[in-house]
């Protein structure tokens, strides 16, 4: 069973920055992709970033230019830097991990963006 441990969470202001964890049980190039999903209050969960095997990275329109995915082969750790934060962005974050048509999640970390 995959194991998904997301950390980093917290609070943040607005424009302020934020690392986010997410700690795999295994080796994260057995994954067809990782990714960062991210769920509002009263909200569906959405896509935040997606990395596939090879390295390649899509990123949902309202965090471009402000996210970054990337990850740690020998930690075998995937990252999610945060940075000018908004309010909007306030929600808790999940890591997920695909194996062909298996979705693996975390247990999810808050953020929340507020003054």
């Known amino acids: 069973q995959v194991q998904l441990v997301e950390s980093g969470g917290g609070l943040v202001q607005p424009g302020g920055s934020l690392t986010l964890s997410c700690a795999a049980s295994?080796?994260?190039?057995?994954?067809?992709?990782m990714g960062w999903y991210r769920q509002a209050p009263g909200k569906q969960r959405e896509l935040v970033a997606v990395i596939n095997v090879g390295g390649r990275i899509t990123y949902e329109e309202p965090v471009k230019g402000r996210f970054t995915i990337y990850r740690n082969g020998a930690a075998n750790t995937l990252y999610l830097r945060m940075s000018d934060l908004k309010s909007e962005d306030t929600a808790v974050y999940y890591c997920?991990?695909?194996?062909?048509?298996?979705?693996?999640w975390g247990q999810g970390t808050q953020v929340t963006v507020s003054s």
């Open positions: 295994e080796n994260i190039f057995n994954f067809n992709d």
């Open positions: 997920n991990a695909r194996i062909l048509s298996r979705l693996h």
